[in-house]
């Protein structure tokens, strides 16, 4: 009999295996939601940036998108 095959190794090992588990579930949520949270900024300031190059390209258009300048 190895120490491998010991019921006692066996359910601890098993334990382990679940406190893994459990902590990589909890740590990936956590991840997740910082992704999510960094993706929408990201996405709100490029919206912002793109509406901001529009306005100031208006500013430089005329009537049928001729250059006033």
Do not use: K, N, W
């Amino acid at each position: 009999m190895t120490l491998l095959s010991t019921p006692a190794v066996q359910l601890l090992l098993f334990a382990l295996g679940c406190l893994a588990i459990h902590a990589a579930r909890g740590h990936a949520a956590a991840l997740a939601r910082l992704l999510t949270g960094t993706a929408l900024v990201l996405v709100v300031l490029l919206m912002i940036a793109a509406a901001l190059d529009e306005a100031h390209a208006g500013l430089f258009v005329g009537f049928a998108g001729y250059a006033v300048l």
